[in-house]
């Protein structure tokens, strides 16, 4: 049995620590009985702890002690697809593949705040986790508890994503922004962020260009994303609904159409390259399934 963990993108611009999408790009996660924990590690995160400090075994081992069972050592083969540390949920994917370890290895019934709490452990932002929990579009609520919406992410839309071959760690995408923001900007995301959910919900797509511009974040990110603005433009001009920067970068997502997909794909990658920045790209679709065995 294989267990499948959805990447995820995030904040769509002004939905920031808000906004998050499963995507159909996976982490696999293979368990195999065994006298110690070990790690195989195939595809992306090639640098990832082979040992116990492996996350997904840390993870594993405190939902274990939460949930009130005893570890099992297993030899654990990540099959993994997500890039690591560029804005496309990598780390949540080993936290909820910890946790739905620990609940479908030991054939647990356990409800979806009681694993949170443990994801938030190890993770404080939900618009990661939760996509990756329960798949779609989630709208996620920080109240301490669960309080979140799904929904489903528009099958005719496409997401492209131009991932440049450097890593940006949240913590310092975090560092740079600011710990107050003006009534002005927080007016500002809120309506764009009201205007995306209503245009996704009533395929009004031209209404996304304006809908994902933010105030927050991305002014301050997209200043560590050398060429950013060169790949937005970029990506405009070829045709893309919107773009903006995913989760905390420094990867670009673009929404497209099918059709526009692989020439806006092209033109970001390109935009990047001419700034010098090697850079590949992925066509992805959303996920409406959560993490799931198979
Ligand atoms: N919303 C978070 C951020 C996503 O942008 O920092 C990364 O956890």
């Known amino acids: 049995m294989k267990l499948?963990?959805?990447?995820?993108?995030?904040?769509?611009?002004?939905?920031?620590?808000?906004?998050?999408?499963a995507l159909n790009l996976y982490n696999i996660f293979e368990f195999e009985e065994s006298?110690?924990?070990?790690?195989?590690?195939e595809g992306?995160?090639?640098?990832?702890?082979r040992d116990e400090n492996n996350l997904v075994i840390k993870v594993y081992k405190r939902a274990c002690e939460v949930f009130g069972v005893r570890p099992e050592p297993f030899k654990l083969k990540q099959t993994n697809r997500v890039p690591t540390?560029?804005?496309?949920?990598?780390?949540a994917t080993a936290i909820v593949g910890g946790i739905e370890a620990c609940v479908g290895l030991h054939s647990l019934e356990v409800d979806l705040e009681d694993r949170l709490k443990v994801a938030f452990e190890f993770e404080p932002h939900p618009d990661n986790l939760l996509p990756a929990f329960v798949g779609g579009f989630v709208v996620?609520?920080?109240?301490?508890?669960?309080?979140?919406n799904?929904?489903?992410?528009?099958?005719?839309?496409?997401?492209?994503f131009a991932v440049p071959d450097f890593e940006l760690s949240t913590e310092e995408a975090r560092r740079v922004l600011r710990g107050e923001v003006s009534l002005r900007d927080a007016i500002f995301n809120i309506q764009r962020a009201s205007l995306f959910v209503s245009a996704l919900l009533t395929g009004r797509y031209e209404l996304l260009k304006e809908a994902v511009r933010d105030r927050l974040h991305q002014p301050y990110r997209s200043k560590l994303v050398k060429g950013f603005d060169r790949v937005l433009e970029a990506g405009y001009s070829a045709g893309a609904y919107a773009v903006f920067l995913s989760g905390a970068g420094p990867t670009i997502c673009a929404i497209?159409?099918?059709?526009?997909?692989?020439?806006?794909?092209?033109?970001?990658?390109?935009?990047?390259?001419?700034?010098?920045?090697?850079?590949?790209?992925l066509y992805l679709k959303a996920e409406d399934r959560g993490a799931f065995w198979e």
Do not use: H, W, Y
């Open 4 to 21: 499948l963990i959805p990447g995820t993108t995030t904040n769509f611009g002004a939905g920031f620590d808000t906004f998050g999408l």
């Open 256 to 281: 497209t159409s099918d059709e526009t997909s692989g020439s806006v794909g092209s033109a970001m990658r390109e935009a990047f390259e001419g700034e010098n920045v090697r850079a590949r790209t």
């Open 150 to 160: 799904r929904i489903s992410f528009p099958s005719e839309l496409s997401l492209v």
């Open 140 to 148: 996620c609520v920080q109240d301490g508890g669960l309080t979140f």
């Open 44 to 49: 992306e995160g090639k640098n990832l702890p």
């Open 35 to 41: 006298d110690a924990f070990g790690v195989e590690i």
């Open 85 to 91: 540390a560029r804005g496309l949920g990598s780390s």
